[in-house]
């Protein structure tokens, strides 16, 4: 079932010569013999779409890029990987990391950028570590900077550099991740200008997941003909599947998109601890829609397939979660989550993160009634679609759908109606006619 | 209290400078440096990374005040990470947590009174597979269970007699 593409089963692949020996870097050389719109064409026609999240098509989003303006292009690989549930990138910083090396060399030459940062969470720092240890590898052997003119015989070279976050969920959006690297607060951009236009210091800027630009040296090694067969024809290739929770073996598979769930869940994670039915299981990291238990017989794990179910495959972090499971918690730890990690800009998403907070607080302590769960829905509608990034959306989605899809279980945590003690002295004492100067709360 | 960078860590902002072509991209790497010489963020500190940068002091001031990883006030010499999101959450990490706020007796952000541990409950750091975990110094410690988490805390405290 598994199939291994970004992570294959080599042992010591991190180490620069077992990658040579194993073909290395010898995409790379193939890539420079053909024209940079040529290599676009080729990721195009294989289909890759991106692994962090929105699934766009990698090779129209090269496309994007202007040729022949003369000036400075960059290209940021996002390594911040901060989502809840998702863990995969970090098995390719430790396991596979010159494959990343090459696939950014790659991508440099087809969107014609000098220079690449790569954006690795600060919480990495071991991870940073062994990226870092493989890039000075990579300089050293002459496969990476100027020295590439030499190795290679051509014009072209590029710098790779890394930047270390410092514990922002929010510097995984692409604008908010340029900010960050030119030295600013983690604040998304309104877009448009799109950062292909209007990118990192001004200048034209591509963004790529760590595991969609693993994929690339495979795909112009193997061609995109042969990529293009592998999983859901919408969807192709193999994804790195992070599966937690309930189940016995924890961890990241690599599997053709398209894999049962159920096969995931059952005969790779080993199945949920003392047979338990599942209750819930979150597909993508924590702000995809959650699929109800019941549901999950024939679901595929691919783009399409989720979305038809009403899902997403997000970063394919699948959360599990067993019969006995307290949603009402569950729902509430994700949304301070989200309420921690709102950056402020936006004041739908700022202020209704923390209001939806506090209403699951009285969910979770069952203080609430009925009527506070479609407050909550009322809320989440109000935050979606009206914020500058996809955190609004991403705070909203897992309230609505969780409270829509289990309003059973959810019911069974709030009462008809219930009696709540007014903290607030001020507020509780409106309509009488004392002063508030004479109020004294004790 | 004045800071001055050593002349080991102005080399290595340096080197940090070189990776971008502006210097105030170096501000997060510099803010790291300052950490790791003085502990914590201080003003003294953003003053000098500011005077070095040639940007205001209020830029660094934000970004130090932005990311989550900058102390502003001392932290332990162990420095302990407890993940509570919901991966660590359903396999026990709020029992962890619990569990280490009574064994050191302290509450998150205070350190004990002898300077060796202090705690932090954070969001998810990206070890879900081996949920629960805990980060010491960023050395993460997964596939928790409270005899494991004794073993570690009385190993820290031994290694710093």
Request: aromatic residues 8%; charged residues 25%.
């Amino acid at each position: 079932m598994e199939y291994n593409i970004v992570l294959p089963k080599i042992k010591d692949l991190h180490l620069i010569d077992v990658y040579i020996q194993n073909g290395g870097y010898e995409a790379i050389k193939k890539a420079l013999q053909m024209s940079p719109d040529d290599v676009i064409e080729e990721v195009k026609k294989s289909g890759l779409r991106g692994r962090g999240g929105a699934g766009f098509s990698t090779g129209l989003k090269w496309s994007f890029m202007p040729k022949n303006d003369g000036k400075p292009h960059y290209l940021c690989i996002n390594g911040d990987e901060s989502e809840p549930g998702s863990f995969k990138d970090r098995q390719i910083f430790e396991y596979n990391p010159h494959q990343l090396i090459e696939g950014i060399l790659i991508a440099c030459y087809a969107i014609r950028a000098q220079k690449s940062y790569i954006y690795i969470r600060g919480e990495y720092r071991n991870w940073i570590q062994m990226v870092q240890k493989a890039l000075d590898d990579a300089y050293e052997k002459g496969f990476v900077g100027e020295k590439m003119k030499e190795t290679f015989g051509t014009e072209f070279y590029c710098d790779i550099y890394i930047h270390k976050g410092a514990g922002a969920y929010i510097c995984g959006e692409e604008s908010a991740l340029m900010n960050s690297i030119e030295g600013k607060r983690g604040y998304p951009r309104v877009k448009p200008p799109f950062p292909a236009q209007y990118g990192l210091w001004g200048y034209p800027t591509t963004i790529n997941n760590v595991e969609t630009i693993t994929n690339v040296p495979a795909i112009i090694k193997n061609g995109a003909e042969w990529f293009s067969k592998i999983g859901e024809p919408t969807h192709p290739g193999t994804i790195l599947v992070g599966i937690s929770g309930h189940v016995n073996k924890p961890g990241v598979y690599e599997v053709p998109t398209g894999t049962l769930l159920t096969d995931i869940i059952y005969k790779l994670a080993g199945g949920v601890p003392n047979n338990k039915k599942i209750k819930c299981v979150i597909p993508g990291g924590s702000s995809m829609p959650p699929i109800r238990g019941d549901q999950l017989e024939g679901l595929k794990m691919d783009a399409e397939s989720l979305k038809k179910a009403g899902s997403a495959i997000g970063t394919a972090g699948v959360m599990v979660m067993d019969e006995d499971t307290n949603l009402s918690k569950v729902l509430l730890r994700i949304t301070h989550f989200y309420h921690h990690e709102s950056c402020g800009q936006c004041t739908p998403c700022r202020e209704g993160t923390g209001w939806m907070e506090k209403v699951l607080k009285r969910v979770a302590n069952k203080k609430a009634t009925k009527k506070d769960l479609d407050l909550l829905v009322d809320v989440a509608n109000n935050i979606e679609g009206r914020t500058i990034c996809a955190l609004g959306d991403a705070a909203a989605w897992p309230v609505k759908f969780m409270i829509e899809r289990f309003r059973d279980d959810f019911e069974k945590y709030v009462s008809e109606e219930v009696v709540i003690n007014v903290p607030n002295k001020v507020h509780s004492m409106r309509n009488t006619v004392i002063p508030l100067s004479e109020i004294k709360i004790k | 209290m004045s800071f001055k960078f050593s002349e080991e860590n102005l080399q290595k902002i340096n080197k940090s400078i070189a990776k971008y072509p502006y210097k105030k991209s170096a501000v997060m790497d510099a803010l790291y440096i300052g950490q790791e010489q003085n502990g914590y963020i201080t003003e003294e500190v953003m003053q000098e990374i500011a005077k070095i940068l040639e940007i205001p002091l209020t830029d660094v001031l934000g970004v130090a005040t932005f990311y989550t990883m900058y102390h502003k006030k001392p932290v332990g010499k162990y420095h302990l990470q407890v993940c509570t999101n919901v991966s660590c959450m359903l396999r026990g990490g709020v029992e962890l947590l619990k569990q280490l706020k009574d064994e050191l007796k302290i509450e998150e952000g205070e350190v004990t009174p002898d300077g060796l541990f202090s705690i932090e409950e954070v969001e998810c750091m990206g070890a879900c597979g081996g949920a629960p975990m805990m980060s010491v110094n960023y050395e993460y410690k997964e596939n928790l269970t409270p005899e494991k988490l004794k073993v570690i805390i009385n190993e820290l405290r031994n290694n710093s007699k």
